[in-house]
């Protein structure tokens, strides 16, 4: 199974300090599958961790970088419009990356990784 990491599960598996970052490292060892990232997912990681972290633009960059260097590791191409993919539970403006990101996931045979308990979606995946 691929599985592609929302924002905030990205962060939480590069930046030591955060809340969840045991608990994705331990779900990470237990060897689910692949981790994917796509051009939403990255752009977000570099803003919470410039924003919330103080890490510049360009260490954020070389993070990921880094991070991708692994095989298990997989980049999600290709976008479509949002008009056409987000879920009909997608109502309000704090759903819209959440429904895109699992439609974007399910395209692509995958699933949405995610701490984010209020994503009620088949393709989301809560992770333990």
């Known amino acids: 199974m691929t ?5 905030n599960a990205l962060v939480a598996m590069l930046w030591a300090p955060h809340l969840h970052h045991g608990r994705i490292r331990s779900w ?11 051009v939403l997912v990255e752009l977000g990681y570099i803003r919470v961790i410039n924003a ?3 890490i510049t633009i360009a260490d954020a960059k070389q993070q990921l970088r880094a991070f991708k ?7 999600l191409r290709g976008a479509e419009s949002p008009a056409s993919v ?3 539970w997608v ?3 704090s ?3 959440d429904g895109y990101l699992c439609a974007f996931a399910k395209a692509r045979g995958a ?18």
Not at 111 to 127: Q, S, W
């Open 86 to 88: 987000l879920p009909t």
């Open 28 to 38: 990470a060892q237990s060897r689910p599958g692949e981790f994917a990232t796509c």
């Open 52 to 54: 919330a972290y103080g």
């Open 3 to 7: 599985y592609l990491l929302d924002v």
């Open 91 to 93: 109502t309000k403006h």
């Open 111 to 128: 699933k949405l990784a995610t701490f984010d308990t209020g994503i009620k979606d088949a393709n989301a995946f809560l992770i333990p």
């Open 69 to 75: 260097t692994s095989p298990l590791i997989v980049f």
């Open 95 to 97: 759903q819209t990356t």
